[in-house]
């Protein structure tokens, strides 16, 4: 399986991942479904709504500084290492995440959006103004911005768009790019859950690294099960001995 990936791989001269909250698992960042996943133990509806946030700021609040602590203390892995060093080798290559965790981030990779936003940002509920909270943990909770408003993470809730011009540049990218990795992700979660019917559709190819088959399985060329910080890394150096 690795080597008929290697083989597309090596065929491909751009290369577009987009990844899911499995590849920071092994960094120790709970994934939101599965058995130890977040949505086991937490309701959605609680927690990652703009209706939640409207109800009981508080309550998400002390949910994403619990989480920004968890983050705070993870380390990239040797998968988000391996999709850098997958950047180096291609002149073409783009990365969207669907992680807010900024671990992707953190090892310095260039081409990339982060389409679920991120939870180091915030946003401030009256100006619409972003800017970065750092602080683990928080100071205040809920917290405020200087005018006085609260501010929320600057993450795309259920029920809400993802903006606009992320949107746009996930779908020109998808459109003029050839090879699809798609990692760590349940495949349930729309828009990015159509991005590899979407690739196909397009005569793209697609390769799946999961624990486990998902949705995406049965239209991708080539699914891997296994680690992402086992099976990237083994892909990398393969295709090093390559190029
Ligand atoms: N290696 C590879 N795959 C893994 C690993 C690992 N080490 N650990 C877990 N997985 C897989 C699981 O099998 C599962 O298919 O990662 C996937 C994680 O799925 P989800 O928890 O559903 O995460 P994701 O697909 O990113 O969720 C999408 O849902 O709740 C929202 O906004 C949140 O961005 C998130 C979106």
């Avoid at 309701?43 to 309550?59: G, I, N, S």
């Avoid at 990365?95 to 946003?123: A, S």
């Avoid at 080539?222 to 890394?233: A, H, N, R």
Wanted: hydrophobic share 40%; proline share 6%.
């Amino acid at each position: 399986m690795i080597d008929a990936a290697i083989k597309i791989l090596k065929e491909t001269s751009s290369l577009l991942v987009i990844t899911g909250a499995g590849i920071s698992a092994e960094s120790g960042v709970p994934t939101f479904r599965g058995k130890d996943g977040l949505w086991q133990n937490y309701r959605a509806e609680d927690l990652a709504t703009p209706w939640a946030f409207e109800r009981d700021p508080e309550t998400v609040w002390r949910w994403y500084d619990w989480r920004r602590g968890i983050i705070k203390n993870a380390e990239p892995n040797k998968g988000h290492i391996a999709i850098k060093e997958l950047e180096e080798l291609y002149e073409k290559f783009f990365l969207i995440t669907q992680n807010v965790d900024g671990l992707h981030e953190r090892t310095g990779v260039k081409n990339m959006i982060e389409i679920h936003g991120n939870l180091w940002r915030v946003r401030c509920t009256r100006e619409n103004k972003t800017f970065v909270l750092p602080d683990v943990p928080l100071k205040e909770i809920p917290p405020r911005c200087s005018c006085g408003a609260l501010v929320r993470p600057d993450v795309v809730w259920f029920g809400e768009s993802i903006p606009v011009e992320l949107m746009n540049k996930a779908y020109s990218i998808l459109e003029s790019y050839e090879t699809l990795i798609v990692a760590g992700t349940s495949g349930v979660v729309y828009p990015v859950a159509s991005f590899p019917t979407f690739m196909k559709s397009k005569g793209g190819k697609v390769i799946e690294i999961n624990l486990e088959k998902t949705p995406i399985s049965s239209i991708a060329d080539i699914s891997i099960i296994g680690k992402t910080g086992d099976i990237l890394p083994e892909v990398v150096e393969g295709l090093k001995k390559i190029f």
